[in-house]
């Protein structure tokens, strides 16, 4: 089965605190997965893949097959992080399953 | 700039009645994905389109249906709306094989009463 479990569906951080949004996936192959944000009254948007090895305003995903994780996380929260988080995967060539999202809420 | 256009922002119908959303993509992609996004569950996939005229079934089709006679539009159908598909509704478009990424259009909130 593929799936993709966001756990929280709500995380409250202080602003300069660290943020780590969790991500699991189930899946036999070998997968890609992304991380989509969307901020208030705007379109869902890509914010990094693993494949890229990238990082985007700050944040970072590391992909670990043995745990089935893809982990958001960045050092500092600033209060323009607060958004809905998703996380995806790609299971197959022209598809994406999404988790549930998680929202961040970065407080003053 | 990619650009994808729902035509409404947001719809106001009653069970039973057909419902049509629109959605109109100006990059050229060969893909077009339906998806519905609601609390707690996450955005789920009802349909896709890997070309003119074909469709694939995504998670959960029951109730809808699509179109897809030109290229840059996409059409999701709802055949006779139950209160059960109050949602808000995404369109996104992509290259073959989702290469960059998927481009989400700003989306419709229906409300079936």
């Known amino acids: 089965a593929q799936r993709v479990t966001q756990p929280e569906k709500l995380l409250s951080v202080f602003k300069g605190a660290p943020v780590e949004l969790k991500c699991n996936y189930s899946y036999s192959g070998s997968p890609e997965l992304f991380w989509y944000v969307q901020y208030s009254r705007q379109r869902l948007q890509l914010l990094l893949r693993h494949i890229s090895r990238e990082s985007i305003k700050g944040f970072t995903a590391d992909l670990n097959k043995g745990e089935t994780s893809f982990h958001l996380k960045k050092p500092f929260a600033q209060e323009e992080d607060s958004a809905m988080y998703y996380c995806a995967l790609k299971p197959q060539v022209d598809k994406l399953v999404f988790g549930a999202g998680t929202i961040l809420r970065v407080k003053s | 700039d990619v650009k994808v256009t729902q035509s409404s922002r947001y719809l106001v119908k009653r069970t039973g009645e057909k419902v049509f959303l629109e959605c109109v993509q100006d990059?050229?992609?060969?893909?077009m994905f339906w998806y519905r996004q609601d609390p707690g569950l996450g955005l789920r996939l009802i349909y896709f389109s890997y070309d003119v005229k074909m469709k694939e079934k995504g998670d959960i089709p029951e109730g809808y249906s699509v179109s897809r006679e030109k290229k840059e539009r996409f059409s999701l159908i709802l055949e006779s709306a139950s209160t059960n598909q109050t949602s808000m509704y995404l369109c996104?478009?992509?290259?073959?094989?989702?290469?960059?990424?998927?481009?989400f259009g700003s989306g419709t909130q229906l409300s079936v009463l």
């Open positions: 996104a478009s992509s290259l073959p094989n989702l290469r960059e990424k998927l481009f």
């Open positions: 990059m050229d992609h060969e893909n």
